[in-house]
């Protein structure tokens, strides 16, 4: 099923492909997905100059990577559900401009939070809640921006790492933490933005575990960074104006706002991310 679900071909050929080794690692926490690893080959016709990978959309997405003389990968692309490389040159390999790199990973950034990021949605919806006046969003935004920045960059570059199964259970905390503050308080706090800064610090731990699985080419690491970044930005921003647009237009200026809108939705979105810290530290299966 697995080989029916992949694609290479060569000039428009298909390729037949046969598996040459498996890898699989041993069974563990079953809550988590393990590494396999599946080695591929094919034989390319005569004189071919091209080759294109898909992937079954049943399969979900995918990430193909292709290497240079060195080893290392001159060339990365996320693939949506069945989508098709470009082009590959047999010989040669493929290099990208980039400007191109940074096109795309916007793209990948944006689509991370909206709307494959729920967690992330939740917790930006959270800080909208407390006070939908522009001045005190801003600084909490500009706070988790600037902190989930960092430890993505430092992420990436191999300076720290904490691995998934500690990284995913704090976000759904920090969401909780930032929920239950919406239900005590009814003000910006001086020390909100300093706890927003610490919890953007694990949510671009968060961030940096989605762009390692995608990979950044060594080439073009700086460009694909800044353009992640982009879209995860984009991607809040289209939050806040959704949230805006729903209830802060219309509704911000009554004097029920808080007892309305603020207290029930910070109450779900706690809720929702209790749920979420039980599943992902295995309290619940």
Known sequence: RFLNGLTLSADGAPVPLAVESVDLDPVGDI?????????LSGQLPPNAQNVVFSFDPAFGPSVIRVPDAQGEYSYSAYLENGGSSEPIPVEGGLTVSAGRIFVDYIGIGFTHIVPKGLDHILFVAGLFLLSPRLKPLLIQITSFTVAHSVTL?????????????????????????????????????????????????LHGLGFAGVLAEIGLSPAHFVSGLIGFNVGVEGGQLAVVAACYALFGAWFSDKRWYRARVTMPMSLAIAAVAVWWFAQRTGMIA
């Open 31 to 39: 809550d988590f997905a393990r590494l396999s690893r599946l080695t």
């Open 153 to 201: 960059a430092l992420a990436m570059l191999g300076v720290i790492s904490v691995p998934a199964s500690i990284v995913e259970p704090l976000i759904a905390a920090s969401i909780v933490f930032i929920a239950v503050e919406n239900l005590m308080t009814s003000r910006l706090s001086p020390w909100r933005p300093f706890v927003v800064f610490g919890f953007g610090l």
